[in-house]
């Protein structure tokens, strides 16, 4: 039987710039030889990736938004992340459950119970080995985002819906050291990507 993958979510507002990092992290498990499963959420999947068209850009019931974006991830967790990590793949997913306590939680304001409800329900034996929350200033990421075309939905949202999302995330990341590393976003790529050298390779 092989040994157990590892599950390493990356997570941050939009804007953060988590995306930059997320290859270089790969690159960095393909060098110890492993085989590396990369995928993001909502989507991962054929269905997930439908659902999230849908999820960015029409409007929906907050409740609705959840539900969706849960449907999704029990979709990626049966056809990629459990299938990956039983076969001893190391997981990398851009975003995770982190994101819908964030984002629905903080951001929408829906109950942090009826999140862990489902979280529980989704998932009640999984949650990720490495959580690496890219972390910076909502003026810097609303910069960022500035410069970016079509934005979606979400990233058209104010400034007083990111200050709440950020601020559970760090609240979740306070909850959770034993799984979470905190990257201060602001510092050169150069210096990021030496901390997560340093972070991965720690990871047994």
Known sequence: MSKRGKFITFEGIDGAGKSTHIQFVGELVKARGLELVSSREPGGTPLGEKLRELWLHEAMHVETETLLVFASRREHLAQVIEPGLARGAWVISDRFTDASFAYQGGGRGLSREK??????????????????LFDLPLEVARARLDATRDLDRF???QAD?????RAEYLRRAA????????IDSTRSIADIQAELAHIIGALA
Request: a negative charge; proline letters at 9%; hydrophobic letters at 45%.
């Open 161 to 165: 819906f990111f200050m709440a999302t």
């Open 175 to 182: 909850e959770a050291p034993h799984r979470f590393r905190v």
């Open 115 to 132: 999140l862990e409800v489902l979280a529980h329900w989704v998932h009640p034996n999984l949650e990720p080995d490495l959580t690496i």
């Open 155 to 157: 990233e058209r949202e």
